[in-house]
């Protein structure tokens, strides 16, 4: 398994950035696709976004489409998530998390977690 290091959270003002990363360590980073999502409390797990394979196709929740962005950096084994124009409603724990198949959507897609970031968005 791979294991996942999440880092960057932190208070943003609404409209404003924040870049999370998440380092991966173990298995070879390049052959994993890498999905982040984000609970907040009292709600499920949800799918943020996700990269997968090696020709890196990326897929967004509805939610952050055109305001988030997924990148990944294979050498130095992290991917990162960059969260533009941010709204109170993505305050959140943010995870990133290891797929192996199925719908990237989907938590039981992913087979290794992070401990997660928290971010928080004032209005």
């Known amino acids: 398994q791979v294991q996942l290091v999440e880092s960057g959270g932190g208070l943003a003002q609404a409209g404003g950035s924040l870049r999370l990363s998440c380092a991966a360590s173990?298995?070879?980073?390049?052959?994993?696709?890498m999905g982040w999502f984000r609970q907040a409390p009292g709600k499920e797990r949800e799918f943020v976004g996700a990269?997968?394979?090696?020709?890196?196709?990326?897929f967004y929740a509805d939610s952050v489409k055109g305001r988030f962005t997924i990148s990944r950096d294979n050498v130095k084994q992290t991917a990162y998530l960059q969260m533009n124009s941010l709204k109170p409603e993505d305050t959140s724990v943010y995870y990133c998390a290891a797929w192996i198949g199925g719908s990237v959507d989907s938590t039981a897609a992913y087979n290794s977690w992070g401990q997660g970031t928290q971010v928080t968005v004032s209005s």
């Open positions: 990269i997968i394979g090696s020709g890196g196709s990326i």
């Open positions: 173990g298995r070879t980073f390049s052959s994993h696709g």
